[in-house]
């Protein structure tokens, strides 16, 4: 009767102990799967996308490298011709919004229209900006 309760002691010993080893070896996968999502070159882009009544401009559409947090306005004007008034963008690359037609200058940030200026707008890895001069 001994025999077996060493045994089965013995045993729960070496299964406790290897299932130490196994919870390590999934804890060190995680860390070194999630490096290697950091380090993705594509993880750190935007691309914006110009187009009057809705027909996209020559060089309009870029794919451009950011920081995390990077201000809308100021990739705008680091990759574009941009004039503006008081945070409004009122010329992209020679197209200019005209007041009397009813046409500016809106955006989109990943389908949803901004809510905010694009002074204050701020940016993430993967966004998709479309500007349109438009009618409202």
Do not use: R
């Not at 996968?29 to 380090?39: F, P």
């Not at 009397?100 to 900006?129: I, R, T």
Request: charged letters at 25%; glycine letters at 8%; one cysteine or more.
């Amino acid at each position: 009767m001994m025999k077996k309760w060493l045994l089965l002691f013995f045993a729960s010993i070496t299964l406790a102990a290897c299932g130490t080893t196994a919870t390590d070896d999934v804890d060190t996968s995680s860390v070194s799967e999630s490096a290697v999502v950091q380090e993705d070159p594509e993880a750190s882009t935007v691309t914006i996308s110009i187009a009057v009544d809705g027909e996209e401009i020559e060089d309009g559409s870029k794919t451009i490298e950011i920081e995390s947090g990077a201000i809308l306005l100021d990739v705008l004007k680091e990759n574009y011709e941009i004039v503006e008034e008081n945070g409004f963008i009122t010329s992209i690359n020679g197209h200019q919004q005209d007041e009397d037609a009813g046409k500016y200058w809106l955006f989109d940030v990943n389908g949803e229209m901004g809510l905010v200026g694009a002074q204050e707008q701020e940016l993430d890895a993967g966004d998709l900006v479309e500007f349109n001069l438009s009618g409202i």
